[in-house]
């Protein structure tokens, strides 16, 4: 298959692009102007800007399928950033995929969709809740603007909502706790028995791949995680183990935590420095959550399969 891909030089592109030029596939990776092609062989590397719909037009003609990464996400996202990003940089991928003829639209949203409910199921049926959180609100946007113009156009459009992702190349997630960690400042959030919800890069590709191949997800929506990971307490002991730091013992109440997650944001804007824990990251491991995925199993026979403890040892210098 021919395919396109945005958010190529971020860390699941960089995954997925790699896989797919492994298995055969001819891949057109979408970077900004101002970045450098990486140096990934039997890749062609076109500049644009999602956001200028102008410097698009023509690029995704006679690809069978578009692959949308691309996002605003992290600390220090605005809304306006967000907004422009996710909402207005979907629009316009997905607008010229539909004019150059493509078939498919594979679109990666976030659980942040559903508002951080905690402490019950949910499902890809489940509301999506805003909560004043320029990342997961407009994922909603983005979203609902896809389904609109996948209704209308015919385009096959698939969305998946996994929770946080990690992996070997990973910037965001796991350096920023092994940072907090050699640094002593870790603490658990609550009693620490909360759900462990992330997936392994290696897993989400696996789903795109699947995606890619099964016309069952047409059409679709998909939550992904893996349900065999433990909890954060016990995670966060076992990744202490591995880079020889003693493991937090602080139990730190949520309100607190979110607390002081806000005051440290606020000063961050002051020092211009990245603040030790952010709102969202409060939210993230605060809470107990059940994503469910019996979608994907049962419609699919997909399940996540990269085991925690060996794939951490991967992850870490």
Request: hydrophobic share 35%; glycine share 8%; charged share 20%.
């Amino acid at each position: 298959m021919k395919i396109f891909i945005t958010g190529a030089t971020g860390f699941v592109g960089k995954a997925l692009t790699k896989r797919l030029t492994a298995d055969q596939h001819s891949v057109t990776a979408l970077i900004l102007p101002t970045e450098l092609p990486p140096s990934q062989r039997n890749t062609e590397y076109v500049k644009a800007d999602l956001c200028d719909a102008k410097t698009l037009y023509g690029l995704t003609r006679g690809h069978d399928a578009v692959i949308h990464l691309a996002g605003a996400v992290g600390y220090g996202q605005s809304w306006a950033a967000c907004q422009r990003v996710n909402v207005t940089g979907t629009k316009n991928i997905a607008e010229e995929a539909i004019r150059s003829g493509v078939l498919r639209f594979i679109h990666m949203s976030s659980v942040s969709v559903y508002g951080r409910k905690a402490n019950c199921s949910i499902d890809e049926n489940s509301p999506l809740v805003k909560i004043g959180d320029p990342y997961g609100d407009t994922k909603i946007d983005a979203e609902r603007l896809l389904t609109s113009l996948s209704r209308r156009s015919g385009i096959g459009l698939t969305i998946l909502r996994p929770t946080v992702i990690y992996g070997p190349n990973d910037d965001k997630f796991l350096p920023k706790v092994v940072e907090n960690l050699r640094k002593k400042s870790a603490g658990i959030i609550g009693n620490g028995k909360n759900r462990l919800d992330l997936i392994h890069v290696d897993d989400v590709i696996d789903f795109l791949l699947l995606s890619l191949e099964n016309p069952k997800t047409i059409n679709q929506t998909y939550n992904l995680t893996n349900n065999s990971n433990g909890n954060w307490g016990d995670f966060l002991n076992y990744l202490s183990s591995l880079i020889g730091e003693p493991p937090p013992t602080q139990h730190i109440p949520y309100p607190f935590a979110y607390a002081v997650a806000s005051t440290l944001e606020m000063i961050a804007k002051f020092t211009r420095r990245p603040p030790r824990i952010t709102r969202y990251a409060v939210r993230v491991v605060g809470k107990h959550y059940n994503y469910l995925t019996e979608k994907a199993e049962k419609e699919l026979g997909y399940q996540a399969k990269r085991k925690l403890k060996l794939a951490l040892k991967e992850c870490l210098p």
